[in-house]
Every structure is written in C-alpha cells, then in structure tokens.
C-alpha cells in the first residue's frame, strides 16, 4: 500500500462546541490537519489552500447548505464534502448527494463515529485513486525509459551492460558524469528495469534545495517541529519506500548533514525531524554527481565513510564529444521528435551542419545538443538544417567554423592537414592542447604550424 497522505480537512460549523466535537474526533488520526470555519464565508475565503475534504453544517447563519456546496464546489470540484444536518429529510439528503456531496450525516448521538467511518472510507478511495494515478504515470515512465538511452558507441553499449547489472543486484549505485550526460535517465533505467519498478522511483536534487530544508525534505518532519512547520510532513525515503531514492548533486550536501544521512543508511532507519518514532525504510539509493567525489573526500567536503557506503557500484558516464556518432543519432532523434510535436515539416541536418555537430565540444553534453537543434529546426530557412542554424556555446549564432577544403581544391596532404588543424583551433577557441589531443598529433606541431603561417590563432584565443 503506498504511504499514508496527510489530508487538510476543513469543518465549517457555527456551534462553536459542536465543532470541536468534530474535531476532537477526526484528530485522532495525525494524518488529518483541521482547519475550523464557523461561517460559510470564511470558509470560501480560505479554498485557495485546497482541502482536501470539507464537512459542511447544512445550517449556516450566513449561507444554506446546498447554496455553500454548490459554490465549493464550482471552486474546488474534486474536494470530497460531507454534509451534517441537524434533519432528518431524505429528499434534501439526495438533492446534495445529487450535487456532488460525498456524504450526509444526520445530528445525533452517532454522528462522530458514522463521520470518522465516512472519513476512512474516502481515504480508502483517495489511497487507490492515487496509486492508481502513480501507477500509470510510472508505466509511462517505464515504457519511455525502455526508449529513452540512446546510443551505439561502444561507451553506451557498456552502459547498457552495467545498468542490466545493476538492476539485477539491489545494491547502490553511484553514477558520475558531466551536466546533461544523462545521470537521471540511467538512474531511472535502473528502477524501472529493477524489481522495484512497481514502488516509486523518487527524485532530489540535493544543490536545488536550501540546506535548512533539506533535512525535512528528506527525513520529514512533525507538526511544529520548528517555524513554519505547520503540518506533519512525509520525507522522500518514506516515500521512497520499496522503490528507488535517487539523490542527485550528492557532493552538494553539508557535512553535518552527511553524518544524518549516513546514519540512516547504517541503521536503515529514518526519524522525522522534531519526531522520535524510528520509520524503517527500504529504498534503493542511486546518487549522482559532476564533480569528482573521491577529490572532495580528499579535500574533506566529502564524509569517507560516507562515501564509501553509497559508491556501490559505481557508473562513469562518458562526455557527449567522446561519444563519437551517437552525436548524429541523438540530433536526429531529438529533430524528429520535435518536429512531430509542433507539427513542423521533417527536418534534416546538410552534411555540412553534421560535421560542424561532431566537432563541437559539447560543454552541456546531450542537454545542449536537444536545445540546439531544436532551436535550429525553428531558426532554420528550409527544412534541411546548415552550419549557421546551429547556435553552439560562445559563438554567436551564425559564425561558422572554417570549411573544410572541397575535392577541388588542393589536395596536398600539408594544406588539408592545415585546413583541418585550422578548423580545431577555431572550435576550440585557439586552445592548443586541446587540439592537440584531439586530433592526436603533438602540440609542438602545431606551434610549427602557426610559426611558419600555415594555421592561425583565433583572435579571441591568448
Ligand atoms: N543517451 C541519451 N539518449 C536520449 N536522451 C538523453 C540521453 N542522455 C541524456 N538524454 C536527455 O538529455 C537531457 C539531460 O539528461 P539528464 O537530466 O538525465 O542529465 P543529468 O546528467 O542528470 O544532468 P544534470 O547533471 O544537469 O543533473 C534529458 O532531456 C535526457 O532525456
């Protein structure tokens, strides 16, 4: 069954005692926050908090109950509203049923147990209307997940191998990798191909939330446990229960916070903060990072017994530049699909627009290379992609690299060595080791080169 909600209840009654009969009732369970109305008009004044389930007093001093319905619940349709009335009359029983009260109590001595039994049965529903919801985003997710890693370069043929090892093995899994390399795909990969696939695959970004919350983000917290905290909470391990956590930006994390964290991994034990109860846990941790975590441990940012306890298996994953073709098959995935979502003509990349895509450096990796050809197949004047509709980091959209020398021209193994060399230098804004490694020759050549006038400097590079 998947976690308990916390729910927000509203009870709008003017009999001051009688209202807090009701709630007196409906706090036994601390999954309920209650708020109290006394008229229909505070009440409709405060819908914008979204409660999830309203009992309404049929009599108001300021409104009839079925008027006060009908308002709620043209601003609020999906609220449950359970209607108590101090009469008995069937027919204004079935006129609110009819208009979309979930329930109508009569005033007598039974009221508060037929109330708590009402209340219970919704929760029931809302429990499996949600799991149901879960269920099919999550399959939607499993089968865009199937599709979603694409690649055929050696490199990503491996990772393929090790995600299937990893999804067998209900170990951690540590995957490191530059911005926009695909950290949260594999990770999803892994869960959705993994026993857990059923349970929730749950995500944080450890660097996206201030460290004075991310505690309670985690962990959860109790009512009042500090300033602000005004309901209970369910942190994201309880959520995470019998599925996959996934913590990304993990080198991010404060040390004082580490210590918690592994803490809980030892004792696979979570308390809500300002609680004592220990919640056990059972989630499969996949954390993530772009930095080079071994250095932090070194520079002590980083906890090593910490460390060690969530390397797990660990995943590298290759920078988009060294993925050779993948490049192309990437960019004309990402051209397709947009194309299809906004209904534009099938685009394709010239020959000359390819090559200009597998020499570039790609600093966000495959991010970067779906917002440029998405942003060429808009820029673009026909539906066959050039150089100049690719708007590449640091370069102002339009400058092109120098070309490459046609067949015609002069063929001699010197001026086509220079003409490639002189091309890296541009991509690579003049930085000649950089080339150097690149193209695989020594950088003492280049010099030699760029001495005897063959090649140039970019006048931006020092
Ligand atoms: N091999 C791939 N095939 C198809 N799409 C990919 C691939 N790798 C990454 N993507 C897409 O690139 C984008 C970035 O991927 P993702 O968010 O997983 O990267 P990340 O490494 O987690 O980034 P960050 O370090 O910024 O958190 C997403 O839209 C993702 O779907």
């Not at 150097?436 to 020092?462: D, F, H, N």
Request: with cysteine.
């Amino acid at each position: 069954m998947p976690t308990s909600p916390i729910i927000t209840i509203f009870i709008v009654e003017d009999n001051a005692l009688y209202g807090e009969l009701l709630e007196y009732r409906l706090a036994q369970n601390p999954d309920h926050q209650i708020r109290r109305f006394t008229t229909a008009q505070d009440c409709l004044a405060c819908l914008h908090e979204k409660p999830d389930l309203i009992t309404l007093d049929y009599s108001l001093p300021d409104g009839s109950g079925d008027q006060v319905l009908r308002l709620i619940k043209d601003r609020l349709p999906e609220v449950a509203v359970i209607v108590i009335s101090g009469q008995e009359d069937v027919r204004t029983a079935i006129g609110l049923l009819h208009q979309g009260a979930y329930d109508y109590l009569v005033k007598d001595e039974e009221t508060l147990d037929r109330l708590w039994n009402s209340v219970g049965n919704w929760r029931k529903q809302l429990l499996l209307r949600r799991e149901n919801q879960r269920l099919r985003e999550q399959i939607g997710q499993q089968y865009d997940s199937e599709r979603a890693i694409l690649g055929e370069s050696p490199q990503i043929k491996q990772l393929f191998t090790l995600i299937d090892k990893a999804a067998r093995a209900n170990i951690s899994v540590s995957i490191s990798g530059e911005t926009g390399t695909g950290k949260e795909l594999v990770a999803k990969a892994i869960h959705f191909r993994s026993e857990r696939r059923n349970a929730p695959f749950v995500a944080v970004n450890v660097a996206a939330i201030p460290s004075e919350l991310l505690e309670s983000e985690l962990f959860g917290h109790e009512k009042g446990a500090f300033t602000g905290a005004l309901n209970r909470r369910i942190g994201r391990f309880e959520e995470a229960n019998r599925g996959t956590l996934f913590l990304d930006e993990i080198s991010e994390m404060e040390l004082s916070l580490q210590a918690k964290l592994l803490r809980v991994l030892q004792e696979r034990e979570v308390v809500r903060v300002g609680g004592n109860a220990r919640i056990p846990f059972d989630a499969r941790l996949v954390v993530a990072t772009h930095r080079d975590l071994n250095q932090r441990v070194k520079e002590g940012r980083f906890r090593e017994d910490l460390y060690y306890r969530l390397l797990g298996l660990p995943i590298e994953l290759p920078p988009l530049r060294d993925r050779g073709h993948d490049i192309l098959l990437l960019a004309n995935s990402f051209l397709q699909a947009f194309c299809r979502q906004n209904n534009m003509t099938a685009c394709t990349l010239s020959a000359a627009a390819q090559s200009r895509l597998l020499q570039y450096h790609f600093p966000g990796n495959v991010r970067e290379l779906k917002a440029v050809v998405e942003l060429a197949a808009v820029l673009a004047e026909s539906d066959v992609i050039q150089p100049q509709d690719l708007s590449l980091r640091g370069e102002r959209p339009g400058s092109a690299p120098p070309e490459l020398p046609g067949p015609e021209a002069d063929e001699s193994l010197r001026s086509q060595t220079a003409a490639i060399v002189q091309r890296y230098l541009w991509l690579y804004q003049g930085n000649i080791m950089e080339v150097a490694a690149r193209l695989q020759i020594g950088k003492s050549t280049i010099y030699r080169m760029v001495q005897k006038r063959e090649v140039e400097l970019p006048s931006s590079s020092s």
